[in-house]
């Protein structure tokens, strides 16, 4: 296991070293637009089913209870700080590491297998170089702005379970998400999905690139990819949480999700 995370860190820093010294060239470009319409485009659908009805269902949940307590109104800032602070980007990123992850060590995989990979180091060609830093980057950009677009299809799916089916006023409900969410909890959420799609990105890679020989190596691989990150995601949520609400804190003191 040590000798694994020792290889580990060794493919990031060489993905990293071919990052800032090729990320930015026009040949490298080329082979990332690709891979944004493979990664971010293909993956809108999943993402905007998951987080509408995981909005929906979190109206219905906590209806219940908020009409218990006369503050029905009052359900939109609870739906819009779980929504933006943890489910958008974590569903987002545990969905790209089931669909991409997946999807990249099965492929890196088989070109390991067939020895694609070694036929580009024959050629003098760093398969890192070729292959990784532009699926890297992919995961990277555009698991934010996947968690951004789960994040609007939550809310929205909040709100038309919330007024449209179950009565809640649609003033209110709009007040009091505003005033209960700021733009600390919005940037809390992308910051967190920029390190998960980092992270799904190198595992996934990483992974594909390590795998054992035959179909059953490259069916381990994907396997593995997604265990891997999805441990890795949430792990992560964990300490970006708890770092977030010291500092939050300790700046602005503790505030109640209702504004008060």
Request: one cysteine or more.
């Given at each position: ?54 909005g ?17 109104d ?31 060590a ?6 390991n ?12 060609t ?36 919330s ?5 809640v ?21 992308i ?13 996934s ?25 999805f ?30």
């Open positions: 296991m040590l000798a694994e995370f020792g290889q580990f860190c060794d493919f990031a820093g060489r993905t990293f070293i071919w990052l800032f010294a090729t990320g930015l060239r026009w040949k490298s470009i080329r082979q990332l637009l690709p891979q944004l319409f493979e990664i971010g485009v293909q993956s809108i659908p999943v993402i905007a089913v998951t987080g509408g009805f995981i929906m269902i979190m109206a219905i949940e906590t209806f219940s209870q908020f009409k218990a307590l006369g503050q029905e009052r359900m939109g800032s609870v739906i819009f700080l779980s929504v933006v602070k943890q489910i958008g980007p974590v569903l987002a990123a545990v969905m790209l590491a089931g669909r991409v992850g997946g999807a990249l099965a492929e890196l995989g088989t070109m297998v067939t020895e694609q990979l070694d036929a580009l180091r024959v050629m003098g760093d398969p890192i170089r070729f292959l990784v830093v532009p699926r890297f980057i992919a995961c990277l950009l555009l698991t934010p702005m996947l968690a951004i677009y789960s994040d609007i299809t939550g809310i929205v799916g909040g709100w038309i379970i007024v449209q089916v179950l009565g006023p649609s003033g209110p409900f709009w007040h009091y998400a505003h005033v209960g969410v700021e733009m600390w909890q919005v940037n809390e959420g910051i967190k999905s920029l390190f998960f799609g980092g992270a799904i990105g190198l595992i890679c990483y992974k594909g690139f390590h795998c054992g020989a035959g179909a059953n190596g490259v069916g381990r691989a994907c396997t593995e990819s997604f265990v891997a990150s441990l890795c995601i949430i792990i992560m949520n964990f300490f970006f949480a708890q770092i977030a609400q010291d500092w939050y804190i300790g700046l602005y003191g503790i505030r109640s999700v209702f504004g008060n």
